[in-house]
């Protein structure tokens, strides 16, 4: 069995979901519910030994606590920074592979991560999971956990696939419903909702209104 952490890089909830146009405060609250979510989701997911939550979020962190995560304090100077924040805390653990989950991506479930890891098929291997408009990386998969340098900043997960390719050849593009719904204006949030896949975590979203 592979030892696999899953890194999850955190915005601070004030600054993060610009695109969602709701209040302040209701944002920072779906953040904090997301993020809960997620992490529980990774928590139950018996293939995942261990968490890393790399953020400079003091609310982010906590809840990070809950669920035994190890924290990685970083500045904000982006989503690849904060990887390799984690990657170099990584490195020395002999861990065989890493997962790169957003926090954004709560519906997701322990089986679907189940799913994605059974997809592993080599020991050198990258695993990509699209965004729903395929223009981002909701899930990414590095054997050995430090196969790639990360590239999240342009957005696209053409990317992602530019980097992976310089270093294996066994790439492979999961399709996983539930991990492709990133929610990230008040439209992925509908859609969600109307989907209800996640009936608690819906309600608890629904009373931020």
């Given at each position: ?8 890089p955190v915005k601070t ?48 962190l906590k809840i990070g ?126 859609f969600m909702l109307k ?15």
């Amino acid at each position: 069995k592979l030892k696999t952490s899953a890194i999850i890089p955190v915005k601070t909830f004030s600054k993060a979901k610009k695109r969602l146009n709701l209040q302040q405060e209701c944002k920072e609250k779906i953040c904090s519910l997301m993020l809960q979510e997620v992490l529980n989701t990774i928590s139950n997911c018996k293939l995942i030994n261990k968490i890393v939550l790399v953020s400079k979020d003091e609310t982010a962190l906590k809840i990070g606590r809950q669920f035994d995560a190890i924290e990685i304090f970083d500045n904000e100077s982006g989503v690849n920074d904060a990887i390799s924040l984690a990657d170099q805390y990584l490195s020395d653990k002999k861990f065989d592979c890493s997962v790169i989950f957003p926090q954004d991506i709560p519906i997701m479930t322990s089986s679907d991560i189940d799913n994605l890891l059974g997809f592993v098929k080599s020991k050198r291997s990258v695993i990509i999971v699209p965004s729903r408009q395929f223009n981002g990386t909701n899930a990414l998969v590095r054997c050995p956990a430090d196969i790639m340098e990360t590239r999240y900043d342009r957005g696209s997960y053409t990317f992602q696939m530019d980097a992976a390719r310089t270093k294996t050849e066994n790439i492979s593009i999961a399709l996983i419903r539930r991990m492709m719904l990133d929610i990230d204006d008040e439209f992925d949030l509908a859609f969600m909702l109307k989907q209800n896949d996640k009936q608690d975590f819906c309600k608890k979203i629904e009373s931020c209104f």
